[in-house]
């Protein structure tokens, strides 16, 4: 057999496999719904429900942030990196502060205000 008739030969071959009966593509379609509509059992039935609340301090994150005191500084604009401890902070934040107005990081909620008596 020549180059030329095995090339025939290969695409006639390829063209009857792409002309495939549409009812093979909706029955795989209707296959893979099926499987996805399959019943999973929950492994999670023995867990609590989420509770925004700590399981240490028995608060919510928003009311541990309001106990925290409020700084007072001398200048309109101050850095906040969460504190002294690197492995617990936050990447650092510059806060621009309005006089006399209370502002809190947007990351651990430490509150600054803009003190000149300070």
């Not at 071959?13 to 019943?39: D, E, G, K, N, Y």
Request: hydrophobic content about 35%; some cysteine; aromatic content about 6%.
């Amino acid at each position: 057999m020549s180059l030329a008739a095995a090339a025939r030969s290969s695409l006639r071959m390829a063209s009857m496999r792409s002309l495939r009966p549409a009812s093979s593509a909706v029955s795989r379609a209707a296959t893979l719904a099926v499987r996805s509509l399959a019943v999973v059992p929950d492994r999670n039935l023995d867990r609590k429900p989420w509770n925004p609340r700590s399981a240490v301090h028995g608060k919510t994150p928003q009311e541990m942030a309001d106990e925290q005191p409020t700084i007072r500084v001398s200048e309109s604009r101050v850095a906040c990196d969460g504190g002294h401890n690197p492995a617990l902070g936050h990447p650092k934040v510059y806060i621009n502060l309005d006089f006399g107005v209370e502002k809190a990081c947007p990351y651990c909620g430490q509150k600054y205000i803009w003190d000149d008596r300070h």
